[in-house]
């Protein structure tokens, strides 16, 4: 291959996203290069990393007191809460790789795409939160966003060749999470430990609690809705035990195009830095589809799922609902994970946040952080009121 190296600025660099990406990258030393990384609080992990990838342009960490240890290791080393913006503003990059978790996610998305640069967006909450504003930044600027949500990689693969006007719908799977056999009766004492063990996937703390509430199934509706300029009326979600089919389309034609795969990121990741080409991946079981299988397909349940129906809701509604919906429920979620609140209490409190919150269109990003914040402290307003 002749062309230059793709060069990469990586952003949630020790989470599992940024950790796989990593993978990708040192798998294809010919096509990627990584210029940069930044991370919460985990300095060993750069430091580990950095020793890999000699001549960084930028390291960066949200927590202060690491800084000291990164130096000497990039030519410029940021710290703090604007340590990503300021590594986005300070390297000489291709695509930024967003694999940030939370709301915290969506400057980065914002600062890169106004800087010219596209996006791999691992970070659904820049779209959840912010997807008014991404699109006018991809609009403003004529970047693009690519999909690393395995969901979304799936749908944006079925799509390729293929022609906007012709979508029926979009049929995101689901695979219920690590309480999908429960009924909504035996949710009421969950424990962490319990909503913690995803049957399919091995990811962060934050989205398999996310996949337990189908929080997180909401927000991919969301997403897919920003995404691919669908509208909500034609996103469907449909249960799928296995996670082996990660998303289909259907055409017009009544074609259903669906890609299939292991539980396994690498791909996502791969293909979001490499469309359309599809060098080899080095995958850990790659899916075998010659033999004995079974898929289960299951209407959605909304009444067992609520938190869908509400996703759908402030899709629908737009203007600040989705920071509100998000910022809630990453509050819920910690504040679960500190069994302060219990399992059904994270939709509780998000129907809270969302009553309580004012409803507010066309928000600039400075509202929206507003409203994050609103949002959380309506969540701790409701989390106080239960222990009285
Ligand atoms: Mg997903």
Redesign the pocket.
């Known amino acids: 291959m002749n062309e230059k190296p793709k060069r990469i600025l990586l952003l949630g660099a020790s989470g599992s996203i940024g950790r796989q990406t990593l993978d990708v990258i040192e798998q294809h030393p010919e096509r990627f290069e990584l210029v940069g990384m930044c991370a919460g609080h985990q300095a060993d992990f750069l430091v580990e990393a950095a020793g890999k990838h000699p001549g960084l342009q930028v390291l960066g960490i949200a927590d202060e007191s690491q800084k000291d240890r990164l130096e000497g290791l990039a030519d410029a080393v940021f710290a703090g809460s604007e340590a990503m913006s300021e590594a986005i503003a300070a390297c000489d990059y291709d695509i930024l790789v967003n694999a940030v978790v939370g709301f915290r996610g969506l400057k980065p998305t914002l600062d890169s795409l106004y800087k010219g640069k596209s996006v791999a967006l691992a970070n659904k909450e820049s779209l959840v939160a912010g997807g008014e504003l991404v699109k006018k930044a991809l609009k403003e600027t004529g970047t693009h966003l690519y999909p690393i949500?395995?969901?979304h990689s799936a749908i944006f693969q079925c799509l390729q060749n293929n022609r906007h006007k012709d979508i029926r719908r979009l049929i995101i799977t689901a695979s219920g999470g690590s309480l999908r056999n429960r009924t909504r009766e035996e949710l009421k004492d969950v424990t962490p430990a319990q909503a913690l063990a995803h049957p399919n996937w091995s990811m962060g703390a934050r989205i398999t609690m996310d996949s337990a509430t189908m929080v997180?199934k909401g927000f991919?509706v969301m997403e897919a809705h920003y995404l691919f300029d669908v509208p909500y009326d034609q996103i469907e979600t449909v249960l799928h035990d296995e996670s082996i089919i990660h998303s289909m389309v259907e055409y017009q034609d009544h074609a259903i195009l669906a890609q299939l795969g292991s539980a396994d990121m690498h791909l996502p990741i791969q293909y979001a830095l490499t469309v359309p080409d599809r060098p080899p991946l080095e995958e850990k079981s790659p899916l075998d589809m010659c033999m004995d299988r079974t898929l289960h397909f299951k209407k959605m349940d909304f009444e067992r799922f609520p938190m869908l129906k509400t996703a759908y809701e402030c899709g629908r509604a737009g203007g600040n609902r989705g920071a509100v919906f998000n910022g809630a429920d990453e509050q819920a979620v910690a504040l679960f994970l500190e069994e302060k609140i219990s399992f059904l209490d994270i939709e509780q409190a998000i129907l809270y946040a969302l009553e309580h919150v004012e409803q507010k269109q066309d928000s600039t990003y400075e509202e929206l952080v507003a409203a994050d914040a609103a949002a959380r402290a309506a969540v701790r307003e409701f989390a106080a009121k239960k222990e009285h």
Do not use: K
Request: glycine share 0%; proline share 0%.
């Open positions: 949500d395995s969901e997180n991919e």
